[in-house]
């Protein structure tokens, strides 16, 4: 399970974790799909280890992806 750690120098309560209140500096365990969630928030997590960066870098591409559209081709109005 992909690990990602506080960095915001404050202690938080995560809701992905039922509220787990993580300290400053600590690292914990989240699943590869809520990874993203957190890690966007550069001031608050940062990715602890490999599974972590993968799922993020996995998920920051289908976001770019989702923002911005590539544009279809406008239709050949030669084809009938």
């Known amino acids: 399970m992909p690990k990602i750690k ?17 300290l400053p500096g600590q690292v ?8 993203y969630n957190y890690t966007c928030q550069q001031g608050n997590w940062e990715c602890a280890d490999k599974a972590a960066t993968e799922a993020h870098n996995e998920d920051t591409a289908a976001e770019q992806a989702r ?3 590539e544009p279809s081709a406008a239709p050949d109005p030669t084809e009938g």
Do not use: H, I
């Open 6 to 22: 506080n960095v915001s120098g404050e202690a938080r309560n995560v809701p992905g974790l039922g509220g787990r209140l993580v």
């Open 28 to 35: 914990v365990e989240f699943p590869a799909d809520q990874v």
């Open 67 to 69: 923002a911005n559209p």
